[in-house]
């Protein structure tokens, strides 16, 4: 609330002491500058009170810069209290991926990325109803496994969001 109220005071006042400073009498013009530096002081004061948040998109694994920029395509998923994504790895596969998971009707769309930059860029999706999750890469014996923080409902399809293909479901009997 009182940064709300600052930024209001920015507002009103910003304008109004700018118009006293070229137009106002002395006086007048010594209150703009006082008030522009009270503002000023305010302003950094919620600086060190509200100290910056850190992205939403923040690594949640360290990445490795050795590691190969890739897109990887999901062969198979389990559905339960998550979503648990696996393909086929890569020589050097990246110890983090991104997952942006957008729902569209009976759809779970997924969308995979891997490489050195992940947590450093902004993803190139910006729609709304989607989320963005940094997450660490298992992989074990040759296939590298993603948990999707997400429960999907029994009659959501779950969806590659480049090729528009559906997930197949990994059955436990495969395993």
Known sequence: MLAVSL????????????WLL?????GERVGAVVALVLLEGGTIAMGDI????????AVAAHVEPSCDGRVPVPQSAKVGREIVLTWTAAPHEC?????VVRTQGRKILV?????PSIG???SVLAVRHQRVFTLPVRVDGGR???????HAKSHEVLTDGRT???IPEHSPQAA
């Open 120 to 122: 450093r860029r902004v």
């Open 50 to 57: 509200h100290p910056a948040m850190p992205p939403a998109h």
């Open 164 to 166: 528009g293909r559906r």
């Open 144 to 150: 590298a496994a993603l948990s999707v923080p997400i």
């Open 22 to 26: 070229v137009r106002g009498r002395t």
């Open 95 to 99: 110890p983090a991926a991104e997952a």
């Open 111 to 115: 969308w995979l990325y891997e490489g």
């Open 7 to 18: 930024g209001v005071a920015w507002l009103v006042l910003g304008p109004l002491c700018l």
